[in-house]
């Protein structure tokens, strides 16, 4: 099931020009960097959703706000469509680029342009990675809580497109709660702010709804995070389970003792075992499932709770608990969780990384349904789960190079999605919609709340030029893929257009 | 498993009130949405036929380990939070009732969020899914009961706030939190320059407080967390004994401060971290009531709007007027940006093409 951009699906692009649209925005934004020659196309053709890749027509590295503004609008008067990227660690394909468009790329917008300690915010340009801002507020004793295992190298301009997560939600919220203001430049070349250095802004919430959009609604320029005070200290307790289902009632019974941890982590046995194999965290292997409890906060209380924590899983038949003795074994036990993935790697050539979401109740029935989908499908699935919030993330390994693996892979995936939206949860927790997800969006919403969707892009981009095909699919998409709820042979709306 | 406790009360009328939004689209006259109608005060006065969804009310699910409930919109807070108590938990943006009939719709349209705002979040930020019936009559969801969900635009904190301009709530999916094992509130005299540096200097430490306000010579805080926590900042901060109830009279208005005896026009000022005082004319330290830390501060002042919107605006925030002597303001909410107009004007007309949703709520002509 290929899900590159098609136009008889996912609506008609404009019949451009390249030599055309190159000399006029050479002409329109004097200095702008663009390259249209393959060899530099090359490299920027897919995001961290590497499976799948399109050359763009035209890449453009902006320095100023004003190339942006001025690309902006020549774009929109051109019709060409604009994929804005960050640093290209999304894996959700949202910034793969289109044929037909212009990938305009914000990495050389990268500076922190202030850090106030007594308001405790940053402002940033969105091509800051988000581990510097944690390294520019550390002086402070202050940090930025969203953090994304891609910490590292992803941009905070693509955490706040994406409304990233990370092993800290639970306690300290998504991008979405430590995002105070944005610049953005619409597609029409106009300066908007959104948001406040207040705690407040007049009128809808706007910033809300354009965290998480996919750079579908404009593209943003500049970002006020909230700081927030380093915690006193962190500690973390392991627990081994014999059972899956044991670990993951273990979970609720901390959160019934009224304990919200800073970082809740659940693995099972194949990823405990990668995690081992390759960073040696000391985890146990005969394990079905460990939990990683982090508990942060003024040293007093993540003693008791500590305490607390440690009585709740001897009652819930953890096998052993081990309390990590310093900083340095806090790391360890981190590490082999931080490397899942990489570790997972090692054991096949290719992996499959799923983000669904469900109500923490709903675990063991989901376990049993992705261990059904492994063995139909004849693909092992490693478990690497956020569990103190409900986000999965199933690892499915396969070989690329064996004919219809990726395709075999695609598709337990899909229905791993769908088992996620069954029992009330969603298909994307923090990784985003993107290209990838684009079909399940046909499970989880039905066509009157896609409708709505499409009259909120309507609203700020009534043409489509930005990140066209992204986030949101067509109706006439979920109809082809039958995933739609077609009643009396009838699609509803039959008024409204099938691009 | 998930916990609904059915009341005699429980009903779902959302059908009905589907009907209703379909009827009142075809014939393009206005609807003025009504929970409890103890918010009224806090927006332009809507022209339209009474809506009240006081009848759709009950909790749907609430799973206490989950840390999620979900709520019909004409559910009584009160009733709501009572539920809460009994296991233990609490809605982490404190909301203001402003009357015994307030709703969660009613908060959640207002987006109105108590003293702990500032160091636990706003109404927005516990609001993980919604359930709302369009300009069309359809029952929509968005969001949902999990903590994590990026799936599709953010229509369920989009609407919070919006005061029912864009749909019409139905139902509510909110994150809650554990109450505090322990809690302590205080009183310190001190002057206004100096607890102002004090906030500054606690702000960058992870000290358990809960709350901060600031009134005629006095420092008010209140510190709340595990109880080895609490017990070791209190000893730090010294200050007398504050009763609990103090939080409660700040969040509903019943503070001297906020009487009804008092003519002048009641302002709520929003201003960012360490903002310091404004130099107004005419106003002096005892028409101000500093609180979540002073970044939310309030003002008896019958200034004229546009000078106090300006000094605001200068220190990056806004300011609106929730009572003026005149009764319903013509311009309660600061004016926007033109662009940002431009934008809320085509989200109105692509949500509710009709105008039926109270309109002109948060602004004429929207």
Known sequence: MNILYDERLDGELPQIDKAEVLTDLQQSAPGLTLLHREEDLRPFECDGLSAYRVLPMLVALPETLEQVESLMKRCHALGVPVVTRGAGTGLSGGALPLEKGVLLVMSRFNRILDVDPDARIARLQPGVRNLAISEAAAPYGLYYAPDPSSQIACSIGGNVAENAGGVHCLKYGLTVHNVMKVEVITIEGERMTLGSEALDAPGLDLLALFTGSEGMLGVITEITVKLLPKPETAKVLMASFDDVEKAGRAVGDIIAAGIIPGGLEMMDKLAIRAAEDFVKAGYPVDAEAILLCELDGVEADVDDDCATVRTVLEKAGATGIQQARNEAERATFWAGRKNAFPAVGRMSPDYYCMDGTIPRRELPRVLKGIADFSNEYGLKVANVFHAGDGNMHPLILFDANQPGELEKAEELGGKILELCVEVGGSITGEHGVGREKINQMCAQFDPGELTTFHAIKAAFDPKRLLNPGKNIPTLARCAEFGAMHVHNNQLPHPELPRF | ?366
């Open chain 2, 1 to 366: 498993m998930a916990q609904t406790r059915p009341q005699a009360t429980d009903q779902d009328i959302s059908q009905a009130l589907g009907e209703r939004v379909r009827q009142a689209t075809a014939e393009g006259s206005p609807l003025r949405i009504v929970g409890g109608d103890t918010k009224a005060f806090y927006g332009r006065a809507v022209n339209g036929e009474p809506l009240s969804t006081r009848e759709h009310r009950g909790i749907t699910t609430y799973d206490p380990v989950e840390l999620i409930v979900s709520v019909r919109s004409g559910t009584p807070l009160a009733e709501l939070e009572a539920t809460l108590a009994e296991n233990s938990q609490i809605l982490g943006c404190e909301p203001p009732h402003f009357g015994t009939n307030a709703t969660v719709g009613g908060m959640v349209a207002t987006g109105l969020s108590g003293p702990r705002r500032p160091w636990a979040g706003s109404v927005r930020d516990f609001v993980l899914g919604i359930r709302m019936i369009t300009h069309e009559g359809r029952q929509q969801r968005f969001g949902g009961e999990v903590m994590k969900n990026v799936a599709g635009y953010d229509l369920s904190r989009l609407m919070v706030g919006a005061q029912g301009t864009l749909g019409l709530i139905t139902e509510v999916s909110l994150k809650v939190l554990p109450k505090p094992g322990a809690s302590h509130s205080l009183r310190l005299e001190m002057p206004l320059a100096e607890a102002q540096a004090r906030l500054a200097e606690w702000g960058r430490q992870p000290l358990p407080i809960t709350a901060a306000a600031w009134h005629a010579g006095a420092l008010y805080l209140r510190l709340e967390g595990g109880p080895s926590s609490v017990a070791a900042t209190r000893e730090r901060l010294g200050g007398d004994e504050l009763d609990a109830e103090f939080w409660t009279s700040l969040r509903e208005h019943t503070l001297e401060f906020f009487s009804g005896e008092d003519s002048r026009a009641l302002w709520r000022l929003s201003l960012p971290h360490n903002t310091p005082s404004l130099a107004l004319d005419g106003v002096a330290e005892a028409d101000l009531l500093h609180d979540w830390a002073g970044t939310q501060r309030w003002l008896r002042s019958d200034l004229d709007a546009d000078t106090l919107r300006e000094a605001c605006a200068r220190a990056g925030g806004h300011a609106t007027c929730l009572r003026s002597r005149q009764g319903p303001q013509a311009d309660p909410f600061m004016p926007l940006e033109p662009v940002v107009a431009k934008y809320h004007r085509n989200l109105k007309t692509q949500l509710d093409p009709q105008g039926i949703f109270n309109p002109g709520r948060l602004y004429a002509e929207r």
